[in-house]
T-cell receptor, first 110, second 112 residues
Framework: DAKTTQPTSMDCAEGRAANLPCNHSTISGNEYVYWYRQIHSQGPQYIIHGLKNNETNEMASLIITEDRKSSTLILPHATLRDTAVYYC???????????FGAGTTVTVRA | KAGVTQTPRYLIKTRGQQVTLSCSPISGHRSVSWYQQTPGQGLQFLFE???????NKGNFPGRFSGRQFSNSRSEMNVSTLELGDSALYLC???????????FGEGSWLTVV
């Protein structure tokens, strides 16, 4: 599986957009980019995933570069409840398990 | 639509005891997997079930076992508990194996 690289931590102002980068330079053509987050003491929460095209849902937008070597998760209007560890992973469609790296600790400040 | 439900949320057990954790997947989801999460080891895969059959198993001792019922609900059991088994145990479900995985809130197990 390809590995991902994320910044260790980042701060964001409440109400502003949070842009979380992820590098996956060795991604294979059949690997999807997934994002999860984990708020302290809770289970990981699925956010969004994509293969090649940009994706948007009610939680976030996912921008994948044309060469697919990196992506950005965008939280359009961060709130204090978005404070969490965000995990970017790559996964083939039939992979039966998930592996999380260290992720990015995002702190949203008032 | 209800999410993945795990019970109990918190429990304290003594070394040597056994514990059973329960999981109800999202309605319609037939694949269930279990993970252990600790600060030191991170997220570790335990096992995966589909149609009442264990399809994959992680690198855990035989004290860790599980099963899936015909309604897709699942249980995992840990026997002869050790202090090192203290962790957050997560159940996750997907429509079928390989689809997007959704996690429950987890069961916090403390072994004293």
């Amino acid at each position: 599986d390809a590995k991902t690289t994320q910044p260790t931590s980042m701060d964001c102002a409440e109400g502003r957009a949070a842009n979380l980068p992820c590098n996956h330079s060795t991604i294979s053509g059949n690997e999807y980019v997934y994002w999860y987050r984990q708020i302290h003491s809770q289970g990981p929460q699925y956010i969004i995933h994509g293969l090649k095209n940009n994706e948007t849902n009610e939680m976030a937008s996912l921008i994948i570069t044309e060469d697919r070597k990196s992506s950005t998760l965008i939280l359009p209007h961060a709130t204090l409840r978005d404070t969490a560890v965000y995990y970017c992973i790559v996964r083939v469609a039939d992979d039966y398990k998930l592996s999380f790296g260290a992720g990015t600790t995002v702190t949203v400040r008032a | 639509k209800a999410g993945v439900t795990q019970t109990p949320r918190y429990l304290i057990k003594t070394r040597g005891q056994q514990v059973t954790l329960s999981c109800s997947p999202i309605s319609g989801h037939r694949s269930v997997s279990w993970y252990q999460q600790t600060p030191g080891q991170g997220l570790q895969f335990l096992f995966e079930y589909f149609s009442e059959t264990q399809r994959n198993k992680g690198n855990f001792p035989g004290r860790f076992s599980g099963r899936q019922f015909s309604n897709s609900r699942s249980e995992m059991n840990v026997s002869t508990l050790e202090l090192g088994d203290s962790a957050l145990y997560l159940c996750a479900s997907s429509l079928i194996p390989g689809n997007t995985i959704y996690f429950g809130e987890g069961s916090w197990l403390t072994v004293v």
